[in-house]
Each structure stands twice: as structure tokens, then as C-alpha cells.
T-cell receptor
Framework: AQTVTQSQPEMSVQEAETVTLSCTYD???????LFWYKQPPSRQMILVIR??????QNATENRFSVNFQKAAKSFSLKISDSQLGDTAMYFC??????????????FGQGTILTVHP | SAVISQKPSRDICQRGTSLTIQCQVD?????MFWYRQQPGQSLTLIAT?????????ESGFVIDKFPISRPNLTFSTLTVSNMSPEDSSIYLC????????????FGPGTRLTVL
């Protein structure tokens, strides 16, 4: 079974600074996808960034980038130039590319990020 | 971009009653899923909603408690039956589009409180 671990229950950062959220996962699969989702107080789950395991290049989306270390099974999220609107719960998630658990997203426990003015 | 809506957005229900939650997408999707998020917790997959056939349930979730329908490619319902306070959670639907397989997009969620 796949597991996803986020070891930081809470993080805080000053506006305009950079913060990194950690995520590790465990799987025996070779082909899979990793995601970071953001859940603000409105509770809407918003996709932040997506990484395909077979791609060595780290994904980036504007101020958001990941450090994907496949051998170490690590998938951290870096937020640059933090904004007040980045305040939210961030979830790391994993899904197999196929097989019997196709489509099942496994989530980490979440990290509450607070951006201070 | 596609719009995913859920109804109701929130509800307060009495124990022993049932509530049906609707998930509607304004374009066709390939996959639809239902998740539960208990207070202060992460998301757990309840089931995959299959179009025209019975849903596929995850371990710990049964059809009698969480009946699911998916009559077409854009609509699904989840019913929470015979509710107890332990069912108080946020229920979220998610979908996959043919243009971006293996990536799930979520509806706004339904906050359910059972008294």
C-alpha cells in the first residue's frame, strides 16, 4: 500500500519570502503521479502542481516549484514570493498510473501554512 | 476551465436521516470520485462512481451506507444514509478529464453536520 507523509503540521512565513513544504512517500510502483493541493478556509481543494514520476525535470507553476527526488521518494513544494493568499492547508498526494488502485489519490496529513504580513 | 459544483454546500441533519449530495460538471468527464474529510483530517476515498454501473467502494465503505449513482458523464450523487454524528464531515467529489488523465479536480465540498 502507498503511504504519504508530511512531517510538518504547521509552517509560517513572512510575506514575500520563500518557504518549502516537505513530503515523502512510499511505493513499490515505478510509474505514478504526485500532486500538491491547496485547501484554503473556503475548503475548496485546488490543484497547485503535478509531477509525473517518469519525468526527471521538476515541475514549476509560476511561484510554485517542486524538488522531486525519486530515489529518495521525496517531493517537496517551494513557494517563492509568498503572498497572503497562499495561507491554506497544503496536501501532498500520490496516485498510481495504472493497475488495481488506478484513480485512487492517497493524501498526506497536510501542512497548515500561514503567511504573515 | 470546467466548473464543478456541489449541492448542498452545507447542511445540518438529524441522526437517523439521510442526505443526498449532488456533483455536477459542465463538461464530460472520464472519472468521478467521492471523498470524505473528517474534521481536522486528510481526505479519504469513499468510492469511484462508475457510469451506468455500481460504484467501486474502498475498504471500510459500503453501498448500504453510501449509495452512489452516476447516470451520465457529468453528474453523480452520494447519499449518506442513517446518519450519526460520526458522519459529520466534508464530502467532496472529484473528476478527471480526458484532456488530463490521472489528475483529479475537486468540487467545492459539502459540509455536513449531524446532530
Amino acid at each position: 500500500a502507498q503511504t504519504v507523509t508530511q512531517s510538518q503540521p504547521e509552517m509560517s512565513v513572512q510575506e514575500a519570502e520563500t518557504v518549502t513544504l516537505s513530503c515523502t512517500y512510499d511505493t513499490s510502483e515505478n510509474n505514478y503521479y504526485l500532486f500538491w493541493y491547496k485547501q484554503p478556509p473556503s475548503r475548496q481543494m485546488i490543484l497547485v502542481i503535478r509531477q509525473e514520476a517518469y519525468k526527471q525535470q521538476n515541475a514549476t507553476e509560476n511561484r510554485f516549484s517542486v524538488n522531486f527526488q525519486k530515489a529518495a521518494k521525496s517531493f517537496s513544494l517551494k513557494i517563492s514570493d509568498s503572498q497572503l493568499g497562499d495561507t491554506a492547508m497544503y496536501f501532498c498526494a500520490f496516485t498510481n498510473a495504472g493497475g488495481t488502485s488506478y484513480g485512487k489519490l492517497t493524501f498526506g496529513q497536510g501542512t497548515i501554512l500561514t503567511v504573515h504580513p | 476551465s470546467a466548473v464543478i459544483s456541489q449541492k448542498p454546500s452545507r447542511d445540518i441533519c438529524q441522526r437517523g436521516t439521510s442526505l443526498t449530495i449532488q456533483c455536477q460538471v459542465d463538461s464530460q468527464v472520464t472519472m468521478m470520485f467521492w471523498y470524505r474529510q473528517q474534521p481536522g483530517q486528510s481526505l479519504t476515498l469513499i468510492a469511484t462512481a462508475n457510469q451506468g454501473s455500481e460504484a467501486t467502494y474502498e475498504s471500510g465503505f459500503v453501498i448500504d451506507k453510501f449509495p452512489i449513482s452516476r447516470p451520465n458523464l457529468t453528474f453523480s450523487t452520494l447519499t449518506v444514509s442513517n446518519m450519526s454524528p460520526e458522519d459529520s464531515s466534508i464530502y467532496l467529489c472529484s473528476v478527471e478529464f480526458a484532456s488530463s488523465p490521472d489528475t483529479q479536480y475537486f468540487g467545492p465540498g459539502t459540509r455536513l453536520t449531524v446532530l
